[in-house]
């Protein structure tokens, strides 16, 4: 169903901690975005990546941060997590019109 | 701020009937795009519809868009089971191919056996 494979599926970290999710993006898919999902609501853009600059942002702070490596993969972490960060983290790859999202992270700040 | 906003916020239905979703938009757009999410996994993307479209299918798909009314319909017609899931509507503001998505809260659909 999907070319885009996300790292790892499920985590659960403590308050205050820090976490690295991971984004293989499909083949020759130049751009990458990350989006978070809190229980309910629509995915919310957190940034993207075009050929390993971030070139938009949302309305994220600084402690979530990326990259983007030049096999276009790409990494999402978040230091000192608060409980309002659980939620599903997905990735999505694109080369032009429409997007191709990975199955998400699904992380939990207990 | 959201861009999409889908209407119903959830639709029952029962097997083989017609499912119609619809979304508004705020601003102007180059394209509108309609995912489909299964039970929080990732979302598979149905369908883009470009500002200069009025109608476009694919399989069961049917979508319009109204610019002047700043509204998108998705219809799925004889719907079976499969189809229960999430469904949302996505704009990129302003044109772009590779910008950023806005999304609404999305539509859950039940579609009854």
């Known amino acids: 169903e999907t070319g885009v494979t996300q790292s790892p599926t499920h985590l659960i970290k403590t308050r205050g901690q820090q976490v690295t999710l991971r984004c293989s993006s499909q083949?020759?898919?130049?751009?990458v975005s990350w989006y978070q999902q809190a229980l309910g609501q629509g995915p919310q853009f957190i940034f993207q990546?075009?050929?390993?600059?971030?070139?938009g942002r949302g309305n994220f702070p600084p402690r979530f941060s990326g990259l983007q490596f030049p096999n276009y993969s790409s990494e999402l972490n978040v230091n000192a997590l608060e409980l309002d960060d659980s939620a599903l983290y997905l990735c999505?790859?694109?080369?032009?019109?429409?997007?191709?999202f990975g199955s998400g992270t699904r992380l939990t700040v207990v | 701020s959201q861009q999409g906003e889908e209407d119903p916020q959830a639709l029952s239905i029962q097997e083989g009937e017609n499912a119609t979703m619809n979304c508004s938009y705020k601003?102007?757009?180059?394209?509108l795009q309609w995912y489909r999410q299964n039970s929080g996994r990732g979302l598979v993307h149905l369908i883009l519809?470009?500002?200069?479209?009025r109608e476009k299918h694919s399989g069961r798909l049917r979508v319009t868009l109204d610019t002047s009314k700043k509204s998108s319909s998705l219809l799925i017609t004889a719907s079976r089971a499969a189809d229960t899931a999430s469904y949302f509507c996505?704009?990129?503001?302003?044109?772009?191919?590779?910008?950023?998505?806005?999304f609404g809260k999305g539509i859950t659909l039940s579609v009854r056996p």
């Open positions: 519809i470009r500002s200069n479209e």
């Open positions: 083949s020759g898919h130049n751009t």
């Open positions: 999505a790859s694109s080369l032009g019109h429409g997007y191709t």
């Open positions: 601003t102007s757009i180059n394209n």
């Open positions: 990546y075009y050929r390993e600059e971030e070139n």
């Open positions: 996505a704009t990129p503001p302003g044109g772009g191919a590779n910008s950023k998505l806005t």
